[in-house]
């Protein structure tokens, strides 16, 4: 039995538009509704027998497999992932989400480019009800960030150990980077030194325009290598120079700084994140947004489990995690597909065990 092929585009527009999706892609589908609805009796059905409904004015690639997928009586793959938050109370999500949060898995001190000392970061953390922080410093190659040599790691792995006795019980600082994932997909730093690490943190940094083939291998090469376990702001984007709400003074040296998504097989990607039981990092930062919202539904859909970070690089920047949640709640990822619910243990044996796959 066929659906109705309009009505399925009316309603993505609306679950899009509950979701807080950005308007142009709302507008999209309910541009492409109207022009349907239109057609006269059986052209609809003809054009997508015949692969001719893009030649339509508004309708897309995305739009047209919708509709062929609804005149098949199945309910379109892009619905059936906007309908799984449907009836549920997205803030009281969202907010159920980051309570179900016990520590933070990307966090920056003033050892790389972080405003602050270990020590003030982890009682901020404490602060906030967490019981761990995975710091996650950068690597070596990243110099305008400061990145961490294997020498300058290892006396950070010292200072950590230190600073653990003298922090409050229940409390602890997990050791961790963000690596860099260099052109070739290899990692930053020395093996011996990434298998040491509690959590392993990866993100591309460099080469962010590689084209898609590259950019693909790079990626897939990097979430194979056993000592990653989570895939830092895939996408690489800035939406924004600064976080919302926070306006700068003139404003000529603030001027917004954006950066489109880098290109590169989301699926491929995604799949191999679930086959190697790495997570996708959904990053809070709100200038990063990071990956957007249709990504994590389709990383939920291939079987991911997922961090939902703040890449702090400040104290008071650890409490956006509710921005992360906000975005995780609004594509439906239940609280049991997210690392960081668990405990410092479960999340440590969970790294560890990678490692030794
Ligand atoms: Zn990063
Ligand atoms: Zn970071």
């Known amino acids: 039995m066929s659906r109705d092929p309009v009505a399925d585009l009316r309603r993505i527009a609306f679950l899009l538009e509950r979701a807080n999706e950005a308007t142009y892609r709302v507008r999209a589908f309910r541009s ?4 349907l609805a239109a057609l006269p009796a059986g052209e609809l059905a003809e054009r997508a027998r015949t692969g001719k409904l893009t030649e339509l ?8 497999r919708c509709v ?4 098949a009586g199945e309910e379109p793959v892009y619905l059936r992932r ?13 907010t159920d989400l980051r309570t179900a949060l016990r520590g933070d898995c990307h966090t920056h001190s003033d050892w790389s480019d972080g405003g602050s000392p270990i020590e003030e970061m982890a009682l901020a953390a404490v602060e906030l009800g967490h019981e761990y922080l995975v710091l996650t410093d950068h690597s070596p190659r990243l110099k305008v960030a400061r990145g961490l040599t294997a020498d300058r ?7 950590v150990a230190q600073l653990n006795d003298a922090l409050p019980e229940g409390f602890r600082v997990l050791t961790g980077i963000e690596v860099d994932i260099l052109a070739d997909g290899s990692l930053d730093q020395d093996d011996d030194l990434l298998a040491r690490l509690d959590v392993v943190v990866g993100s591309v940094h460099s080469g962010l325009n590689d084209d898609r083939a590259k950019m693909t291998r790079r990626m897939l090469t990097a979430v194979a290598n056993p000592h990653l376990d989570v ?10 120079s600064r976080p919302a709400g926070v306006r700068g003074p003139g404003d000529r040296a603030h001027r917004p700084r954006t950066r489109p998504e880098s290109d590169f097989d989301a699926d491929a990607v995604f799949a191999a994140c679930a086959e190697h039981g790495k997570a996708v990092e959904i990053n809070s930062r709100p200038e990063r947004q990071d990956p957007p919202k249709r990504l994590i539904r389709r990383a939920l859909e291939a079987g ?5 970070n703040t890449d702090a690089h400040a104290p008071g920047q650890l409490d956006w995690q509710r921005f992360g949640c906000e975005r995780a709640a609004r594509c439906g990822v239940p609280a049991d597909r997210v690392v960081n619910t668990r405990s410092a243990d479960e999340l440590v044996a969970w790294a560890r065990s990678h490692d030794t796959a």
């Open 304 to 308: 991911c489990v997922f961090a939902v």
């Open 68 to 71: 062929v997928e609804s005149l």
């Open 32 to 35: 492409a509704a109207t022009t």
């Open 57 to 64: 004015t508004g309708v897309g690639d995305v739009t047209a």
């Open 231 to 240: 895939l830092g702001h895939c996408t690489g984007r800035m939406v924004s």
């Open 153 to 159: 790691l290892r006396r950070q792995l010292d200072h």
């Open 82 to 94: 906007l309908a799984a938050t449907e009836g549920t109370d997205l803030d009281a999500a969202a």
